[in-house]
């Protein structure tokens, strides 16, 4: 089981830190990621990261977005810098097996329920 916190509202420009933890021991999880949708769109990848390090980020949030995990904890997080309008939507973290699979395809294990960015 996964499960966001870290969500609020801010102004643009500023910060918040999400993070997703998680029920299990992730510290085995090949491919830990976050993902979001803004209302009336598709929900889309903004980052991902594997045992390897691998960290593709979607362009809109390079430079601003950072992943990170605490193995001990259980727990993965989003440093969000910078903050835009448009980064406004439900953030949602995830686990799974591939990659390839969880960055092209949003093929997942396990979701979290999810946690509402709002920037204004």
């Known amino acids: 089981q996964l499960v966001e916190s870290g969500g609020g509202s801010v102004q643009a420009g500023g910060s918040l830190r999400l993070s997703c933890a998680a029920s299990?021991?992730?510290?085995?999880?090949?491919?830990m990621g976050w993902f979001r949708q803004a209302p009336g769109k598709e929900r889309e990848g903004v980052v991902v990261?594997?045992?390897?390090?691998?960290?593709p980020y979607a362009d809109s949030v390079k430079g601003r977005f950072t992943i990170s995990k605490d193995n001990a904890n259980n727990t993965q997080y989003l440093q969000m810098n910078s903050l835009k309008p448009e980064d406004t939507a439900m953030y949602y973290c995830?686990?799974?097996?591939?990659?390839?699979?969880?960055?092209?395809?949003?093929?997942?294990?396990?979701w979290g329920q999810g946690t509402q960015v709002t920037v204004s």
């Open positions: 995830a686990v799974g097996s591939s990659l390839l699979q969880m960055w092209s395809h949003q093929k997942a294990d396990y």
């Open positions: 299990g021991d992730i510290s085995s999880a090949f491919v």
């Open positions: 990261i594997n045992s390897d390090g691998v960290t």
